[in-house]
């Protein structure tokens, strides 16, 4: 059968997404992604990942830095940091398009040894490259499985395998290299983010973080923010304050009880770094994202 991976990716996308336009598949850590219109801006902690886009263009931006990149090209994070993206290219006739692959650093560490890979110098935790024949030829393997469900549990571990071998041996390959380094600096801190993502309300304990990445408190300070561009404190705040939007508007939490449920003991003060994070209160953030979606209905 003579397809394209956006040929593939379009079908799946169109019969499968939900109402945010995120069409989860079988295979764990494997989505598509599909919007008719320029997006509002959408802030995220995501995981170490791939975006492939095969039609429209998009956005993010980390810290001061910007991407603008659009179809043939992918979008890598290697580290969880807070992004803000944007579709910025997309309508009914021609939708956007990506197909998004969560990284795993168990696979990379195992090819990382059969490869004898050494160690390389972190960098930039986002970029953005052309994609390469390999990995598009791939990922278009791994889309090609959903349509037989009967060869996919025997398969897809061997398919998964294999886009990360083109990825690690592609453009991106060094970013996505240090991921498997069982004790290097960007699996250390993974290990803190995780404890702060499963008890983001709770109080930061530094102290434990820290021991958990194997580094003395000062030391963990330095390398945490190297890899995610933030404080811990920092990191746990925008977690935080993201889970509370999400909850308010996927949801239909008050702006209280979200408050509260993100552990925020006063909402006036969440109030205020809401306000500072996302440029409005939580109540007038909130009506301003619904009347979008009203909109577009």
């Known amino acids: 059968m003579d397809e394209t991976l956006l040929t593939a990716v379009r079908r799946h ?3 499968h997404s939900d109402a945010h336009g995120v069409a989860d598949t079988p295979i764990a850590g494997l989505a598509t992604i599909r919007a008719t219109q320029v997006s509002e ?47 910025t290219q997309a309508d009914v006739s021609t939708p956007y398009y990506s197909l998004v692959f969560e990284l795993d650093p168990a696979v990379i560490e195992a090819l990382a040894l059969e490869m004898d890979i050494a160690r390389e110098a972190i960098g930039a935790p986002v970029r953005v490259e052309p994609t390469e024949n390999e990995v598009a030829n791939a990922a278009l393997r791994l889309m090609r499985l959903l349509d037989r469900p009967a060869a996919a549990p025997v398969l897809k571990a061997q398919l998964v395998r294999e886009m990360h071998f083109w990825l690690m041996t592609g ?28 008890d983001y ?8 973080l820290a021991e958990a990445a194997g580094m003395s408190p000062s030391t963990f300070h330095q390398h945490f923010r190297s890899v995610t561009t933030l404080s811990p404190l920092q990191f746990q705040k925008q977690l935080r304050l993201i889970e509370a939007r999400r909850m308010m508007l996927s949801d239909g ?41 009203y909109a577009s209905a």
Request: charged share 20%; aromatic share 8%.
């Open 253 to 293: 939490a008050s702006a209280s009880n979200a408050a509260y449920a993100v552990g925020y003991e006063s909402v006036p003060q969440f109030t205020r770094e809401y306000g500072r994070m996302f440029g409005a209160s939580p109540v007038r953030d909130i009506k301003i994202a619904q009347a979008r979606v």
């Open 171 to 198: 453009r991106h390959g060094p970013a996505i290299r240090n991921l498997g380094m069982a004790e290097g600096t960007a699996h250390r801190v993974a290990r803190a983010v995780a404890i702060i993502r499963s």
């Open 13 to 15: 996308a169109e019969f």
């Open 201 to 208: 309300a709770r109080p930061l304990r530094i102290e434990h």
């Open 41 to 87: 801006l959408q802030y995220a902690i995501s995981r170490p990942l791939i975006a492939l886009v095969v039609q429209g263009s998009k956005r993010v931006m980390m810290g001061n830095r910007t991407f603008d990149f659009g179809a043939g090209d992918s979008l890598l994070i290697t580290a969880d940091v807070p992004t803000v993206s944007q579709i």
